[in-house]
């Protein structure tokens, strides 16, 4: 039963969310989304990835009604512990059991906890969501396949903490460690875009909307998130299935470097002085003010911005707000409000549009003869990115973003997790290979190394290749694959495999490295 239910978590830097599949036959994938935010007046295929805990480290909400919460501004919240966009703390860090995550009012956490319970819910609320629609049937975490996406640029540290945390929440029992699966994101996406159908996409005054499917179609999928951008390049072979062209890759200059943007801008507006006072005093107001621009920069025009009145009463100790804006290009002062133009509001997009600008041309340089580029992401909801991208690489090739970029990803993840080998070929991320000893040759080895057995003199340490980067690895190709794919992609699950394979040791005078 459980390779036939799917259940697939998109833990996103600024949103997360699931899909499911509850199908029996591999051909039919039965797609539903949950939706959120029926508490705040909203409907979206995601919520905010924050997490709220009381001040004995006790689980209270996630998402939105986590947010509502602590927005409330009651003497309890300022007692508790908040944690929001916490995912990018694995980005380029050294992992420990021991990380810990600071909140906004300088308490801190262990990050494995904060991760494992943001999962715990995600499972449970899928588990209770299933549930009620399949007529109170009783389901565990032991009937589903789970699939967790990843960003590409992840490194097998922060994969083995999410496959811990996935542990520590329940997800992953004793017997079970086969029931999850880690889908990278661009990946997810690029499965679920090869299914969807002409109306699927945003047409952009190009021709056709539809995505090729024919063999020998390339294309780049763009994954636009909240902390990290992601690309990936594929070829559509004989079967639909996929064939990675380029080495998975991307950065951290994604939507929340915008974010960021627009936070110095407010801060150069208002003065160091009075905005970092106001950001210690009233944390409550900024996550407010934060999460209102996260809805206002998806559109590509002037935005209007309500004034907290803390902020207000701050800086008019100081002068008049007018004063404030005097200098100010493209942002005003009116009764109240802070009004940005969509030029101005544009410029806080800059640097993360140069940077997926430049990784795209790179990749276009490199002769792939590409033939569409795929953004997908709740970035890519933007349309002020959709239009530079757009604008950019037109003559290059045809650019298309699906209805609703936000969703792709889980609902790929469902069918990846369905058939994880729709991708038949991959580009090996690292050079793998063993410690092993050979004869020892007085031209070619180090004297240090050098050692003696009944067979005569041998040296050790010796690096013996199994695979190279960037090689082409696929599915099937024995165990130096399971070092190259299994271990990388799902912590240290492939690397025990490859010792069953040998009967539980290395083959003799061999060992891994």
């Known amino acids: 039963m459980g390779e036939s239910y799917i259940i697939a978590i ?9 899909a499911f599949s509850l199908t029996s036959r591999q051909e039919e994938v039965d797609l539903h989304v949950k939706f959120w935010g029926e508490e705040v007046g909203r409907e979206t295929p995601k919520t905010p990835t924050c997490i709220l805990f009381d001040e004995n480290e006790e689980f209270v909400s996630f998402g939105y ?21 916490f995912k990018m703390l694995l980005y380029d860090k050294t992992i420990t059991t021991d990380l810990t995550i600071k909140a906004p009012n300088g308490k801190e956490m262990k990050a494995l906890k904060v991760f494992a319970e943001a999962l715990r819910f995600l499972k449970e609320d899928a588990l209770k969501t299933i549930e009620q629609n399949t007529g109170g049937k009783k389901f565990t975490e032991s009937d589903f396949t789970w699939v967790l996406t990843i960003p590409t640029i992840w490194d097998n540290s922060a994969k083995q903490f999410m496959r811990e945390a996935a542990t520590k929440a329940g997800i992953v029992r004793n017997g079970t460690g086969n029931n999850l699966v ?9 499965v679920h875009c090869k299914k969807l159908p002409p109306e699927g996409f945003i047409a952009e005054k190009q021709g056709g909307n539809k995505l090729d499917q024919s063999p020998g179609t390339r294309y780049i999928v763009v994954d636009c998130g909240g902390g990290t951008i992601d690309i990936t390049v594929h070829e559509v072979l004989k079967g639909g299935v996929l064939k990675e062209l380029h080495k998975a890759s991307g950065n951290d200059i994604a939507g929340q470097r915008v974010d960021r943007k627009f936070k110095e801008f407010l801060r150069d507006t208002f003065s160091a002085e009075v905005w970092d006072e106001y950001e210690e005093k009233c944390p409550h107001e900024v996550a407010s003010i934060m999460y209102d621009f996260t809805l206002f920069k998806k559109n590509d025009e002037d935005i209007e911005i309500i004034c907290p009145l803390n902020l207000g009463m701050m800086a008019q100790k100081k002068q008049n707000m007018e004063e404030f804006f005097k200098h100010v290009q493209g942002a005003s002062w009116d009764e109240g409000s802070i009004n940005i133009s969509k030029q101005k509001l544009r410029t806080f997009f800059e640097e993360s ?7 795209l041309t790179e990749i276009l340089n490199k002769g792939f003869k590409i033939d569409y580029i795929l953004l997908v992401g709740g970035f890519a909801e933007s349309q002020i990115l959709q239009k ?22 889980m609902k790929g993840a469902v069918e990846f997790g369905r058939n994880q080998g729709v991708v038949a070929s991959r580009k090996s991320a690292y050079t793998y290979g063993l410690c092993v ?10 004297a240090d190394k050098k050692y003696t057995t009944n067979e005569g003199y041998w040296c050790t340490d010796v690096f013996s290749k199994l695979v190279e980067i960037d090689e082409d690895v696929g599915p099937c190709q024995g165990p130096w694959f399971e070092i190259a794919f299994s271990w990388s992609g799902s912590g240290r699950g492939g690397l025990r495999d490859l010792l069953k394979s040998w009967g539980g040791s290395p083959p ?3 060992s891994q490295k």
């Open 10 to 18: 998109d833990f996103g830097t600024a949103y997360s969310g699931y």
């Open 65 to 85: 009604k986590a947010m509502q919460t602590y927005l409330k501004k009651s003497e309890e919240s300022k007692r508790q512990f908040f944690f929001n966009c």
């Open 182 to 190: 880690f889908a990278l994101e661009p990946e997810a996406a690029s």
């Open 353 to 359: 549009l140069k940077s997926i600008t430049l990784s």
């Open 388 to 409: 530079h991208i757009h604008d950019e690489f037109i003559d290059n090739c045809k650019v298309l973003c699906p209805f609703r970029p936000q969703e792709i990803i």
């Open 437 to 446: 000893s050979e004869p020892f040759s007085e031209s070619k080895h180090r």
């Open 508 to 510: 003799k005078g061999s």
